[in-house]
């Protein structure tokens, strides 16, 4: 596996692979990988030729300076997880070889038809600005076949499909696929979450509050006659009552649209709840 930093690098790799008729295989990520990330590169290594993996902590996408400044860095231990499971390019830039001083302030605009207004997007404005930024930056360095992304950050997940068929930038990006992946879990039900590492072990216990309230959730839109509100408030009363934890928004939506529904039928609920400093995200299909 190589390590490369440089974009001139990475796309003299790429010209490499496309003059093999090599299918490449993306993997966008933070860093600070586990097992939910792992399941994304398993799958791209398993469907491409060849495996790319960006590990950058973008900064245009935090809206925070805390939260960036204290999120989990460790590119050796990535390093060596990712050549065990086959990867076989790492792209890990600095900020500077990614972005211009006048990039880096965020100047990029891009029309999201109303995906950014709702959930994460209103909560952090400008942070999925920072997202479509780099990651139409990485696809057009890295282009790839298939691109893969987890259902945790299904919000995400909703804005890439958008820019990939829907808005200005549909089109540019060749026959690229996007491939949503399903959230990886520890057996206790916690979503794995590179944020998961400040979480002290009391915090950790605290916080399967938050999975367990979602799955049971479920079982209540199973109940005779239960309404979508009433199944919202349920969840946001029983995480409230969980000391330790404080709730920022629950809301049940249409996976397409993300647009607030009355029906459970194509619904996910998606939430995000501070647990001691650390806010973490979840959600639940309810189909
Ligand atoms: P991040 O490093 O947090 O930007 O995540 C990189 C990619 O890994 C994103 O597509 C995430 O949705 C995905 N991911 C993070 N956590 C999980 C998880 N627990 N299960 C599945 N995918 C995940």
């Known amino acids: 596996m190589q390590i490369i930093t440089k974009k001139q690098e ?9 003059k093999n008729h090599q299918t490449i295989g993306f ?37 925070n300076k805390e939260d960036l400044a204290k999120y989990p860095r ?18 890990a830039p600095t900020p500077e070889e990614m972005y211009s001083a006048e990039e ?15 959930m ?9 600005n920072g997202v479509v930024q780099v990651v139409s930056r990485l696809f057009y360095l890295v282009q790839p076949d ?7 950050d299904f919000q995400q997940l909703a804005i890439i499909h958008h820019m990939v068929e829907r808005s200005e930038l549909a089109g540019t990006f060749g026959n690229l696929q996007i491939i949503g992946c399903p959230i990886v879990r520890e057996a206790s039900g ?13 915090e950790k216990q605290t916080a399967l509050g938050i999975s367990k309230t979602l ?7 199973k109940e005779a006659g239960a309404t979508v509100a009433e199944v919202q408030q349920r969840v946001i009363d029983a995480i409230n009552a969980i000391d330790g934890l404080e709730m920022e928004y629950y809301e049940i939506v249409d996976q397409t649209t993300l647009l607030p529904t009355t029906t459970f039928n194509h619904a996910i609920g998606c939430v995000t709840v501070y647990c001691g400093p650390v806010r973490l995200i979840d959600n639940i299909k309810y189909e």
Not at 146 to 152: C, L
């Open 10 to 18: 990475l796309q003299q790799v790429v010209e490499a692979c496309k």
């Open 120 to 128: 994460e997007g209103k909560m952090r404005p400008g942070h999925f």
């Open 215 to 221: 799955f049971a959730s479920s079982k209540w839109a």
């Open 74 to 91: 460790n590119i050796e231990r990535d390093a060596a997880l990712l050549s065990s499971i086959g990867a076989n390019y790492v792209f």
């Open 146 to 152: 298939r691109a893969y992304f987890g259902e945790k």
């Open 190 to 202: 916690l979503a794995l979450s590179s944020r998961n590492e400040r979480l002290s072990e009391t």
């Open 104 to 118: 880096m302030n965020n100047t990029f605009s891009f029309d999201f038809a109303g995906l950014d207004q709702v």
């Open 27 to 63: 993997v966008p990520t933070m860093g600070a990988l586990h097992e939910g990330h792992a399941s994304l590169v398993r799958r791209a290594v398993q469907e491409n030729d060849v495996c790319f993996v960006s590990v950058f902590v973008n900064p245009t996408q935090f809206n």
